[in-house]
């Protein structure tokens, strides 16, 4: 099974590259804690996307961590990497967004795999959960780990959380809300007015996909290609493409519940909290001082 993880945002909000803060007991980053459960629970088989000038570092710096038997490729996300056929002239300097990070991989992964953010915790059961739809008996494996709105704000400021519609198990859609903020009882939308009670289920980006998804997202990105506005500025997110896929009925995408605490450092004041749980969880046993016996 494989895990990709998606490690070239440039972090505009926190103010500096996400992925790369020493946060652990043993100045880990928190995606080594992600690879950490992932292994646990039978993943052998890492990705990182990543930005051009780390992709030297990172090779290097999880090849010494990562236990025998564990396949690792890390690939850089780069704005040249399109579609044969396809190109822009507009000019581009930021990532072309989550879809490409995954369609990155493409010539790396061939089955099922996991693909989360680099810069998020999501804790142990969450990769349980994300194995047992991978090692389903469905021909084609996609699903969401789900996590409850209220256990994923931020005290520090708003946050953007897709929020979802599920129907017997399985995902309808999820609905985009980009500037969520707890007030008082309540969860309100501070763009829109829209108010939540907390106990709604959401996306925080981990997503298990067939490969099957790398034909669709080039699919996606080569109509993207064909507007000079989206050149500018937009991007080509995953949870739209697989929006797509549901609308089209191409996919059922199974929903389970993390049945795990998610936390992140969306802000540069989130940092110490961070760093807070990351030790308490160690102090109390669910993960070794040392993750990597080094």
Not at 29 to 35: A, T
Not at 76 to 82: G, Y
């Amino acid at each position: 099974m494989t895990l990709l993880l998606m490690a070239a945002g440039n972090g505009s909000r926190y103010g500096k590259l996400k992925q790369f803060v020493a946060l652990g007991p043993k100045a880990e980053f928190l995606m080594e804690f992600s690879i950490f459960d992932a292994i646990k629970y039978g993943f052998t088989h890492i990705v990182a996307v990543t930005k051009k000038d780390k992709v030297n570092f990172l090779q290097e710096y999880l090849v010494k961590r990562l236990p025998t038997g564990i396949k690792l490729d890390v690939l850089a996300q780069e704005i040249s990497d399109v579609p044969k056929g396809t190109s822009y002239t507009t000019e581009r300097i930021k990532p072309w967004g989550t879809a490409h990070a995954v369609w990155t991989a493409r010539n790396v992964i061939n089955g099922a795999f996991a693909v989360l953010n680099a810069d998020d915790f999501y804790g142990s059961l969450a990769f349980k959960n994300a194995a047992k739809i991978m090692q389903a008996s469905t021909k084609y494996k996609f699903g969401l780990i789900s996590y409850t709105l209220k256990d994923t704000l931020s005290t520090n400021g708003s946050v953007s959380r897709g929020v979802c519609n599920i129907k017997n198990g399985v995902l309808t859609n999820v609905a985009e809300h980009l500037k969520l903020e707890k007030q008082g009882k309540k969860i309100v939308d501070t763009n829109t007015g829209i108010e939540f009670t907390g106990n709604e289920e959401v996306s925080m980006n981990f997503w298990v996909c067939d490969a099957s998804i790398f034909t669709t997202i080039e699919e996606d990105f080569k109509l993207f290609l064909q507007d000079e506005e989206k050149i500018k500025s937009s991007e080509v997110f995953l949870p739209s493409v697989l929006q797509k896929m549901i609308n089209k009925q191409n996919v059922e995408i199974t929903v389970l519940n993390s049945e795990s605490n998610w936390f992140g450092i969306t802000y540069a004041e989130d940092r110490d909290i961070a760093v807070f749980k990351l030790a308490e969880m160690t102090n109390t046993g669910e993960y070794p001082l040392n993750l990597w016996n080094l």
